[in-house]
């Protein structure tokens, strides 16, 4: 993974008052945008110029809004609302988060020792958004990067056989909820009634066993790679390693499978016939991912969009205290309209 400085000197056409760069030159994400007028409103100019933003987004997947005198979550969502109008609410959620207001969260409440592995958000789901944004309020003392990856480079980067295993057979990820790890089914579905998960479960194609002690199974097959709607571009869109209990490190896997029969975790992934994901699959995603990461240090008043589907995340352990901020937007496919 290369740790990237300050944007690079050529700079790329705009409308004068805001200047974009890449981070660096030998990257094609994220593109930078930079104000060449003081006090320029950033929600303002977003909103006059969403084609333009639309546009570098498609071809970049990743842009970084830098040097905006963004400070405040209220100046955040205003930004976030000048591109998306529509903010989406946290659902079928994998991870702890609080809500700041409409639409806007904190990024995953996780330990700061933990890393957070590649994924593209919400890709165990049927609908997921296109538009994901984060905003730095306080960087972390050391630590705390956001590494971002081209879908289309990872997807390209896979041994050939590995693609063709997932074309073939798909993903399929095992969800346990009420075993003292991991999330509850009431937060993970926002609802304490048995029967609205359920109804939810059927709309969504999802497989639904209840367990003794009210406890729940979920199971769901998806492709984990798929083309982009508005480029046509095939991209790797997955949570296949993350998810899988590899990710968690061997000593804590092995402490795991020790006290949960392998069905019983709060999270694994196999192939969607149900049969396991080979060792060396698994470790050539990652290596492609390793190989392929941008990585930047957050600044104070930072905000980065990315597009979901080209682009995926992670979070790098941090020390020190740290707060980013995130809202999503763009329902696809939306079901509810």
Known sequence: MKE??????????????VRMSLLDSGESLPLVLQ???AGLDLAAWAGNNRALVEAQLLKHGALLFRNFKLDTAEGFEALARAISPR???YRERSSPRSEISQGVYTSTDHPPDQVIHFHNEQSYTKSWPMKLWFFCLTPARQGGATPIADGRLILNALDPHTRERFLDRKVMYVRNYGDGMGLSWQDAFQTTVPSEVE????????SLEWREGGRLRTRQVFDAIVAHPKTGEMVWFEHVAFFHVSSLGPLLCEALLEEYREEDLPFNTYYGDGSRLESSVLDGIREAYNTHSVKFSWQ???ALLIDNMLTSHGREAYAGPRKILVSMAELYP????
């Open 35 to 37: 104000p060449e007028i």
């Open 199 to 206: 109804a939810y479960c059927r709309r969504s194609g999802i």
């Open 87 to 89: 903010l989406l609410d």
């Open 334 to 337: 939306d079901r509810e309209h």
């Open 300 to 302: 104070q008043g930072d």
């Open 4 to 17: 990237l400085q300050h944007p690079g000197a050529a700079g790329l056409q705009d409308d004068g008052s």
